[in-house]
């Protein structure tokens, strides 16, 4: 048996040791869901809500003690755990408990002039057994979006949640236990990446994963073996962009929130500020003054908690002394934090460049990087040349402007004079193009990605035949105009062709 510990990163002392689940282990879960799986989904829609109500009431009793609890495991402030993880869930829940059966149901379309006196409709089923694959950043509301999406559409789920916020993991699994979830439609199994890669492996029908570049690359590779589909969630690097005319104080402030809110371990962090060199001076002073007043810490007034684990405090150093040593300048901030557990000064950059570690990579953590530019279009042109494409932002009191360039920008979400908060929105599908992954989640298509799309065309049945079917003797003249009719959209053409097939001599 093997196993892993949880390191608090707030104490840095040892919280536990968890069993690495094994690829057999992880087969049984997946029988087990596999089991759960069609009378869950010959529940109605109102029934399946029934147990996403007790989950919702639970949230609304326990979410303070969930938000500490999240808190002691990622080491993320207070409050962001709360707002940022918590709050989040139930208000998925409500957004799709009125919104579900519209975006499922059935939907009639006309089926053109080709098809005359039949009907086509589009319906929606579910894939099966969802393997979803969870990242430690936001633990809990990664996973369980993903697992209440896929569940609302009669799937079942077998969790992977990481290795590094194993308590939350393990809340989950209290959580549906406390919620009377049906045994089978929420599995969570605790593991690294070799219980991942099983669970890729194992009979699922689909993958959903949330993580790095390099791991969604395996996790698709595996995946292309059977094949089924994966969705990936995957890094980014956001661009926020500051135009000359753009509210200062408010894009200072809004730039402190996007790159520190969770300690800058976010896909959506502010990680590439560009400024136009007209205010530039200006606003680094105003960046500055906001910087220093940030609280790190572990009390529940703390604007910023811990780095979650040490591999992570690596690349953030590492990133930094690269850019320092190519001509970077630290402004502020740029030290670990002397005390207990991983605690890292908010730290301010700027003369960054495209070829820095600090500009190409994920730094994730609590740190903004810089970069002076002439206008609003090199800003433009540097944010879209770059391998992530999650999420951007545009600052600007001109909201023409504004809309114009968040037109522009190659990514899956974009803000003007705002940032990260979109992700909360349960209306708004999220997901990223370029190495961010593809796939969407949350809105609408958010419920349709864990399910099959059917098309179904219907016939009355009376008629012996159809006049395009064999024989096609004779029908090559009728046949024509019918081809140049439908093409030129002339119903009269057509239905006179048709008229002229149906009425061709047997041979
Ligand atoms: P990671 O890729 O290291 O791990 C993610 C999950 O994959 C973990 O549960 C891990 O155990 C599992 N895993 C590892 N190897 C595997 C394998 N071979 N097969 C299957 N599963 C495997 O990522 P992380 O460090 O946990 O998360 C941080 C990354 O996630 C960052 O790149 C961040 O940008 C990204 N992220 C993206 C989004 C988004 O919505 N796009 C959200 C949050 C985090």
Redesign the pocket.
Known sequence: MSVFEKISPISGEKLGEFEVSTPAQVNEAVARARAAFAPWRDRSLQERFEVLERMRQIIDRRGEEFARRISEDTGKALLDALMTEILVVPLFIDHYRRNAAKILKKESVWPGMLFPGKKAHIEYFPMGVVGV??????PFQ?AMVPVLSAIIGGNTVVL?????TPLTGELIRELCAEAEVPPGVIEVVQ???????A??DAEVDMIF????????R??MA?ASKKPIPVEL????KDAMIVCADANLKRAAKGAMWGALVNGG????SVERLFVVESIYEEFIQLLRAEMEAIVVGDDEDADMGAITFAP?LKTIETHLQEAKKDGAKIVCGGRRIDRPGIFFEPTLVTGVTPEMLLYRE?T?GPVLPVIKVADEDEALRLANAHQYG?TGSVWTADLDKGRRLASQMECGQVSINDLVQS?GNPKLP???VKS??FGRYHGDQGLLTFMHTKSVMIASGRASTEAVWFPYHGKHKAMTRLFHSVLGGQWVGVGKAFLDLLRTPKR
């Open positions: 694959i969870a990242p430690w950043n936001f990664l992977k949640p990481s290795e590094v593991g690294d990446g070799s219980t991942g890669a669970l890729v994963f949330t993580g790095s570049v390099n791991t969604g395996k996790v595996a969630e995957l890094g980014g371990q976010m896909c959506t992570q994920e994730f999650l992700v999220f997901g990223g961010s992954g």
